[in-house]
Antibody
Framework: QVQLVQSGAEVKKPGASVKVSCKAS????????LHWVRQAPGQGLEWIGR????????IYARKFQGRVTLTRDTSINTAYLDLSRLTSDDTAVYFC???????????????????WGQGTQVTVSS | EIVLTQSPGTLSLSPGERATLFCRAS???????LAWYQHKSGQAPRLLIH???FRATGIPDRFSGSGSGTDFTLTISRLEPEDFAVYYC????????FGQGTKLEIK
């Protein structure tokens, strides 16, 4: 079945960087874009960015530009989120999720996110 | 940038009741780019509705979505105990935004 499995929890000090992985299985990795979304404590879902594993093209939310890098390794079907210059505001659960794009004959295109990884807790604390 | 505003912030209802959740976009959006997700603490978000009104695979028919332009609605016809969670609307075209969420809690 289609599955996204993320790396384990991380504890980092302010100013450090963190790299979270997302391993895909059950579908052709290069055929679907992957997005990263986070949820800080008591907050809602926040979109970070997207990578197209086939073209390596990336788009980042304005808030994270200059501080986030999305990469992928197609040989092991894995995508990565690299976030630098961490502050306590970056403490959150980070999710990867696959984009489904459907282009019908009429209407659309339709886009949605499914499935999602299990989430990776990143804690930034001195 | 599209801003999605969800209301109410918290909805207190009892099992068996009907829930109506709202999502308003700051400008008109294509229905095909509007989705709804359910999120429970400690779990991954779950897709409920895509294209504003199309139920995702495996989603019970008590969940329905409607709307167009700037105003969208998620309706849960008869609440089951497992439906109490946080619900987010999402717009994704060239970039993605989520509403701030509606917490559906047991009254």
């Amino acid at each position: 079945q289609v599955q996204l499995v993320q790396s384990g929890a991380e504890v980092k000090k302010p100013g450090a960087s963190v790299k979270v992985s997302c391993k895909a299985s059950g579908y052709p990795f290069s055929g679907y874009s992957l997005h990263w979304v986070r949820q800080a404590p008591g907050q809602g879902l926040e979109w970070i960015g997207r990578i197209n594993p086939d073209s390596d093209d990336t788009i980042y939310a304005r808030k994270f530009q200059g501080r986030v890098t999305l990469t992928r390794d197609t040989s092991i079907n894995t995508a990565y989120l690299d976030l630098s210059r961490l502050t306590s505001d970056d403490t959150a659960v980070y999710f990867c999720t696959r984009e489904i794009l459907v282009v019908p004959v009429a209407g659309g295109p339709f886009r949605w996110f499914k499935p999602w990884g299990q989430g990776t807790q990143v804690t930034v604390s001195s | 940038e599209i801003v999605l505003t969800q209301s109410p912030g918290t909805l207190s209802l009892s099992p068996g009741e009907r829930a109506t959740l709202f999502c308003r976009a700051s400008q008109s959006v294509s229905s095909s780019d509007l989705a709804w997700y359910q999120h429970k603490s400690g779990q991954a978000p779950r897709l409920l509705i895509h294209g504003a009104s199309f139920r995702a695979t495996g989603i019970p028919d008590r969940f329905s979505g409607s709307g167009s332009g700037t105003d969208f609605t998620l309706t849960i016809s008869r609440l089951e105990p497992e439906d109490f969670a946080v619900y987010y609307c999402q717009h994704y075209e060239s970039s993605c935004t989520f509403g701030q969420g509606t917490k559906l809690e047991i009254k």
